[in-house]
């Protein structure tokens, strides 16, 4: 006799998967297949290894562009170049790492791929079910860590906004679509990495008097608004990620004029 999950003595005895009625298959089906869709894009995106820079943009799968094969004036030439190593290949791990382990993230692809559980109110479909305690997924723990790569990696970002604002002669005053394209993409991942429960935990956590740490209270707080849009935030970030590498992609490959606004 099975001994947990839905099966546990104590537990109601009902054959059917799930009471519910209405179409509770349809939420992870379309989470599934648009975050399929987006990491064939960014597989690809981070693979091809060219049409990433325009200067001043850079896509902000390719920065920063460590490798010595990068574009000219895209890279800071840290690490010789490895064929067929792309120069994104060198620093994706930290900020997929960060997405990956994001427990927003987690949620839907244990949810859309695994099945684990398909949806709320719906049985868990396997038959074992040990959470996050062992390898592979214990590894889930170091979203934490990440989380400090991932601020690293948004100050980098923010720096690509900011010389975004220059021509290709390097002189300040230049505003275009990629400019305005690139500022979004900043402020989206800046709402996402600071609406992490990661984040939260670092303004609050283990703090058993509010009223001794003012500042870290009101910085929890603000945190805690964030959090609340953590789904949100992670969807239009990672949306958005994808089309700001694309429209760079079409204007460094002359497919797309880019508009210059001054």
């Known amino acids: 006799m099975t001994t947990t999950g839905v099966g546990a003595p104590g537990r109601a005895r009902i054959e059917a998967r ?3 009625t209405d179409r509770w298959w349809v939420s992870p089906l379309l989470t599934g297949g648009l975050l399929l869709v987006i990491v064939v894009y960014l597989t690809w995106a981070v693979l091809v290894g060219n049409d990433y820079f325009w200067d001043p943009y850079i896509s902000p799968l ?9 574009a000219a004036g895209s890279g800071w030439g840290w690490f010789p170049s490895i064929a067929p190593v792309t120069p994104s290949l060198i620093i994706i ?15 839907a692809y244990y949810r859309s791929f695994w099945g684990s559980p398909p949806a709320c109110g719906v049985a868990e479909p396997h038959k074992k079910y040990s959470g ?3 390898f592979p997924l214990v590894m889930q723990n170091i979203h934490r860590y990440f989380w400090y790569a991932a601020v690293v990696f948004a100050l980098i970002l923010t720096y690509d906004s900011v010389i975004a604002f220059r021509d290709h002669n390097g002189n300040w005053g230049h505003a275009g679509m990629g400019t305005l394209v690139l500022l979004i993409n900043i402020a989206l991942i800046w709402v996402y990495t600071l609406s992490c429960h990661s984040c939260r935990h670092i303004m609050g956590g283990k703090l058993k008097h509010f009223s001794a740490h003012p ?6 707080q603000l945190v805690s608004k964030l959090n609340g849009y953590h789904m949100q935030l992670a969807w239009a970030s990672l949306v958005w990620i994808t089309l700001t590498d694309l429209y760079i ?4 490959a002359g497919v797309l004029t880019d508009l210059r606004f001054f």
């Open 249 to 252: 992609r079409l204007v460094a």
């Open 18 to 20: 799930t009471l519910r």
């Open 62 to 70: 390719y920065s920063p562009c460590l490798a010595g094969n990068c």
């Open 93 to 107: 791990i930290f900020p997929m790492g960060f997405r990956m382990t994001c427990y927003y993230y987690r949620k």
């Open 132 to 134: 996050e305690r062992r």
């Open 215 to 220: 500042t870290r209270y009101k910085y929890w």
